[in-house]
C-alpha cells in the first residue's frame, strides 16, 4: 500500500493561475479531507468528503473546489491563486469519521507570488 | 479567536527526563481531545486522544490528562527519547470522536537532547 499520496510536492503559482492538487488513496477509505497549514499555524480543514459523490465544506472553503469522482481520487482546485494561499496543504483519509484513523499525506507546498 | 491554545511554540527536554506539552482551549462544548506528532516534510500522525468524560488516558511512554475546570490538557512523555523531537498539535472537537470537523492549536516543537 502506498497510503495516501499527494502530487506536486512543492508548486508556485502567480497571482490568478489556476491549479489542482491531486490526492490519492489506495486503503478504500470513504472520508477524506483536505487542510491547510499556514506559517506558524495549526491545520484547517478546507473540504472534506465521506464518499464519492459527496463533499461538504469545511472551516476555510473560499477559493477553493473539490470533487469526489471515485473512493481513491479527492483533488483540490484553486480557481484564481492568491498569495493568501501559500501554504502547506495536507490530504488525508480514514476508513469512518475517526479521526484517530485518520492518515496524511506527506504534503503539498505552495507558494503563490 | 484562537479557541484551542499552545502557548509554548517550543521545548527542549534532555533524554530521558519527562516532557510535558501543554494546551488550553476557550470553547467549552468541546468533548473530545486529540494529540497528533508531525515529522518534518511528513503530514502529521496520530498519537493519543481523550474523552471529556475522563481526565486521563495512557498508552506506553505517553499519558493525556483533562482539566475540564480549568479548560486544559496536558500530554507527557516518559521517558523522552531522541524519537520525539517533533512538532506536536493539541485538536479538538465538538461531538465525539466521530466528529469530523477538528480545531488545531499552533503546535509546539520539541527537541528531545541526547
Known amino acids: 500500500n502506498a497510503g495516501v499520496t499527494q502530487t506536486p510536492k512543492f508548486q508556485v503559482l502567480k497571482t490568478g493561475q489556476s491549479m489542482t492538487l491531486q490526492c490519492a488513496q489506495d486503503m478504500n477509505h470513504e472520508y477524506m479531507s483536505w487542510y491547510r497549514q499556514d506559517p506558524g499555524m495549526g491545520l484547517r480543514l478546507i473540504h472534506y468528503s465521506v464518499g464519492a459523490g459527496i463533499t461538504d465544506q469545511g472551516e476555510v472553503p473560499n477559493g477553493y473546489n473539490v470533487s469526489r469522482s471515485t473512493t481513491e481520487d479527492f483533488p483540490l482546485r484553486l480557481l484564481s491563486a492568491a498569495p493568501s494561499q501559500t501554504s502547506v496543504y495536507f490530504c488525508a483519509s480514514s476508513y469512518g469519521p475517526s479521526q484517530e484513523t485518520q492518515y496524511f499525506g506527506p504534503g503539498t507546498r505552495l507558494l503563490v507570488l | 479567536d484562537q479557541q484551542v491554545k499552545q502557548n509554548s511554540p517550543s521545548l527542549s527536554v534532555q533524554e530521558g527526563r519527562i516532557s510535558i506539552l501543554n494546551c488550553d482551549y476557550t470553547n467549552s462544548m468541546f468533548d473530545y481531545f486529540l494529540w497528533y506528532k508531525k515529522y518534518p516534510a511528513e503530514g502529521p500522525t496520530f498519537l493519543i486522544s481523550?474523552?471529556?468524560?475522563?481526565d486521563k488516558n495512557e498508552d506506553g511512554r505517553f499519558t493525556v490528562f483533562l482539566n475540564k475546570s480549568a479548560k486544559h490538557l496536558s500530554l507527557h512523555i516518559v521517558p523522552s527519547q531522541p524519537g520525539d523531537s517533533a512538532v506536536y498539535f493539541c485538536?479538538?472537537?465538538?461531538?465525539?470522536?466521530?466528529?469530523?470537523?477538528?480545531?488545531f492549536g499552533k503546535g509546539t516543537k520539541l527537541s528531545v537532547i541526547p
Open positions: 481523550i474523552s471529556s468524560i475522563k
Open positions: 485538536a479538538a472537537s465538538v461531538g465525539g470522536a466521530g466528529s469530523y470537523q477538528l480545531t
